[in-house]
């Protein structure tokens, strides 16, 4: 089985990962895109601060998975446009995300890019493609904190319904 050894880099990939790669370059090219829409409708500043951070995350995501693409002889999937900025205040009332709105969503996208993330290191056997989605679920998990702290901090985290009392044995 010497096609499995040496630099993980000369290794062929299997369609799993091909796949997981272009997937995941596309589906953060997407994130990008829908980011950029929610920086111009928030209108809390740590809440523009968390977004921004996660399309920095999402713009390095997609160069990297689509540098693995290319290396690997795979045309990555196509970039979005840039959204262009737009004021708050452009923004009609019953048009306009809500802070809480947009924070529930960021947080919906970082777990389901959680379960994504684990899904392909599961089914990786090249070593560099394991350690990369490693990577991306350690920024997910670093977000999701994040996230989940600012919608506490701001009162935008929906309960469950809490169990107050707890029935006596």
Known sequence: MGILKGNPKDQ???????FNLWTYSARKKTAIS??????????DDDLKHLV????KQAQQSAAECDEMLVHNGHLPPPT???????KLEDIPAGARLTDPEIAFAVGEDIAMGLVACS???ASAIRIDVGVLFTKYHTLHLASAAAALELSKEKGWLILPPLQIHRPEH
């Open 12 to 18: 062929p990939l299997h369609y799993g990962e091909i």
């Open 34 to 43: 829908t980011y950029q829409l929610y920086l111009s409708h928030a209108g």
């Open 80 to 86: 979005l446009p840039e959204r262009p900025p737009v």
């Open 52 to 55: 921004g951070n996660l399309v």
């Open 119 to 121: 899904q392909v290191i």
